[in-house]
């Protein structure tokens, strides 16, 4: 069974940062490729960030150059350090695992998120 399980989300101020860990389990994490997601109140939920299994990152452009993906493919561990927070920031983060052979990115499984806050 596949299982996804965020943890590290809280509250910050403005400006501060975070990292959040996706402890995967129930598939060979190293063959596929991963995917962090967020949904705010009253919006759909994007893709932020996803790396594919040769390491490739992608990035939108919300949160380019303060995002920064990664995995630890022996703790079967997807990470996602955010820094620089901004008030459009906050919302349920979710990893994902990306559904292979998709010329666009989209997941086949993800987990419960985890709330991010900005303080105000």
């Known amino acids: 069974e596949v299982q996804l399980v965020e943890s590290g989300g809280g509250m910050v101020q403005p400006g501060g940062s975070l990292r959040l860990s996706c402890a995967a389990s129930?598939?060979?994490?190293?063959?596929?490729?991963m995917s962090w997601s967020r949904q705010a109140p009253g919006k759909e939920r994007e893709m932020v960030a996803l790396?594919?299994?040769?390491?490739?990152?992608y990035y939108t452009n919300s949160v380019k150059g303060r995002f920064t993906i990664s995995r630890d493919n022996a703790r079967n561990t997807l990470y996602l350090q955010m820094n620089s927070l901004k008030p459009g920031d906050p919302a349920l983060y979710y990893c994902g695992r990306l559904r292979p052979g998709r010329a666009r990115p989209e997941n086949d499984y993800w987990g419960q998120g985890t709330q991010v806050t900005i303080s105000t």
């Open positions: 129930g598939f060979t994490f190293s063959m596929y490729g």
């Open positions: 790396m594919i299994s040769t390491g490739t990152t």
